[in-house]
């Protein structure tokens, strides 16, 4: 789910950045500090998109640089539970298929896929259904439900487990072709 957050810290604006107006200098920092961090709290940060308010600066002995009390608002992304979500596959493995949900992307297991037995053709890159057919295979896009979320503090990471084995879900040809079978 994608959400707008407020946040508020101090950024150590250095000497070298001094002749820069202090806006630029902050909204550059930040930029640099906190574009794709993810935190399990909160999520992936993807941007800074509003600076609303910066403190008077204080410099500390010994340091040179200034240190202002901002506030600020932040686009992040953080995958829910249960949410459904839509996603492209760009990768296919012999354990599943990883499909990017925006800015992170999740692992739907072979067992996931469909309620077929799946089996792994290396040479088209793709996932098929032994019984159905079906194949599911890079540039594909699907909707599936996430299952699982295990998000790392720091750098992007984590993991995001995800299921196409419920109604409404799957590739989207799948989605259309179940329907149409449903109408007639």
């Known amino acids: 789910m994608y959400k707008i957050i ?3 810290d101090t950024v150590r604006v250095p000497p070298s950045r001094f002749g820069e ?3 630029e200098a902050i909204v550059d920092i930040l930029n ?3 574009e794709g961090l993810t935190d399990k709290d909160v999520g992936t940060i993807l941007a800074i998109t509003d600076l609303k ?3 008077t600066g204080r410099i500390i002995m010994g340091d040179g640089a200034s240190y202002h009390d901002v506030t600020f608002e932040a686009l992040v992304y953080k995958p829910e539970a249960n949410e459904v979500v839509l996603g492209e596959v760009v990768e296919i ?3 599943g298929g990883f499909v990017r949900l925006g800015p992170i992307d999740g692992l739907v297991h072979v067992s996931q896929v469909m ?3 799946v089996g792994y053709d ?3 890159g793709a996932l098929y259904g032994k019984e159905s057919k079906r194949a599911l295979k890079e540039g594909d896009k699907v909707r599936a439900r996430v299952v699982s979320v295990s998000v790392r503090r720091g750098a992007r990471g984590g993991k995001i487990g ?3 084995r419920q109604l409404g879900l799957g590739k989207l040809e799948w989605i259309k072709e179940a329907r149409k079978e449903a109408k007639a």
């Open 53 to 55: 308010e910066i403190g």
């Open 162 to 164: 995800l299921t196409m």
């Open 21 to 23: 107006p202090l806006e």
């Open 122 to 124: 290396k040479k088209k």
């Open 6 to 8: 407020t946040v508020r």
């Open 115 to 117: 309620d077929d037995f």
């Open 93 to 95: 493995v012999e354990f």
């Open 32 to 34: 640099k500090d906190y």
